[in-house]
Nanobody
């Protein structure tokens, strides 16, 4: 049973930084895609950044240059470093994973099978 556990959310002022972590349990596949999504109140869940098992990363235009994905394979953990945070980054952030073969970059919510419970990020102006 795959389980994703997020941590690291919180409240910061604009311009601040946070690092989100996503620990993956019950996973032993060599093929994977992982990512972070976010959902603000009244809005659809949107992709923030994804990474595949080849290490290729994709970022949303709104976060490119400010957010960075990294992973620690020994700890089965995915990180999202968020710098220069803006009030519009306020949302619930979700970690997602999928272990089916990928023929293109996974970006849609329907591309991912497993989801974490979410961690809240609040950025005040």
């Amino acid at each position: 049973q795959v389980q994703l556990v997020e941590s690291g959310g919180g409240s910061v002022q604009a311009g601040g930084s946070l690092r989100l972590s996503c620990a993956v349990f019950g996973h032993s596949y060599s093929t994977y895609s992982m990512g972070w999504f976010r959902q603000a109140p009244g809005k659809e869940r949107e992709a923030v950044a994804t990474i595949d098992d080849g290490g290729s990363t994709t970022y949303a235009v709104s976060v490119k240059g400010r957010f960075t994905l990294s992973q620690d394979n020994a700890k089965n953990t995915l990180y999202l470093q968020m710098n220069s945070l803006k009030p519009e980054d306020t949302a619930m952030y979700y970690c997602a994973a999928d272990f089916r073969p990928a023929f293109s970059t996974k970006w849609l919510t329907t591309d991912f099978t497993y989801w974490g419970q979410g961690t809240q990020v609040t950025v005040s102006s």
